[in-house]
């Protein structure tokens, strides 16, 4: 995913998602808190458009921390999942994962490397690669996200129905190695 807006994902990024990978030490010089999506490639259906918006403002309100709006994004039914387990709707996700994953957002670097999205009628998907770097006490984690989302057409404009997060350690570059 990566068109010039605000990114989420990340979408999408569970603070236990966090602790659970990228343990490695680097250097956190370069860290600058934030999304950037200047430099993503993008394959992007021209009808999937509004639909990426949505992932966009979702993304961007996770973020922030702003529940409310991200709530706003989500089907009541949604169903997300992430490292092996389930929440099976909007409410159990907000009494749950939300509040860390936005917290963990919160101070991380979230750069888009690449957005795929296709609309067909009244469903679209919209797939994104993303590198994440967080401090994880004096320690940066460097994280490769991978988020799919699908999102339905309603009568109240598009809905996240899915989402599925997953991550590894990213391996470290040169200018992040210690």
């Known amino acids: 995913m990566r068109l010039q807006l605000p990114f989420l994902v990340l979408a999408l990024v569970a603070s236990q998602f966090a602790f659970a990978h990228g343990n490695e030490k680097h250097t956190p010089s370069a860290m600058k808190p934030g999304r950037d999506s200047s430099a993503a490639q993008l394959t992007v259906d021209p009808a999937a458009a509004e639909a990426i918006a949505v992932v966009e403002r979702f993304s961007a309100a996770l973020g922030s921390g702003d529940l409310p709006a991200a709530t706003a994004e989500l089907d009541p039914a949604v169903l997300i999942l992430e490292s092996g387990g389930a929440e099976h709707s909007r409410d159990e996700y907000l009494?749950?994962?939300?509040?860390?994953?936005?917290?963990?957002?919160?101070?991380?670097?979230?750069?888009?490397?690449?957005?795929?999205?296709?609309?067909?009628?009244?469903?679209?998907?919209?797939?994104?690669?993303?590198?994440?770097?967080?401090?994880?006490?004096?320690?940066?984690?460097?994280?490769?996200?991978?988020?799919?989302?699908?999102?339905?057409?309603?009568?109240?404009?598009?809905?996240?129905?899915h989402i599925h997060w997953s991550s590894r350690k990213a391996a470290p570059t040169a200018a992040h190695s210690s």
Do not use: C, P, Y
Request: glycine letters at 8%; hydrophobic letters at 45%; a positive charge.
């Open 95 to 161: 009494g749950g994962h939300a509040k860390s994953d936005a917290e963990f957002l919160k101070n991380a670097q979230v750069t888009l490397k690449r957005r795929t999205a296709q609309a067909a009628g009244d469903l679209a998907w919209v797939g994104s690669e993303s590198e994440i770097h967080a401090m994880k006490g004096a320690d940066m984690l460097m994280i490769s996200s991978s988020e799919t989302m699908v999102l339905r057409k309603t009568a109240k404009g598009w809905k996240i129905v």
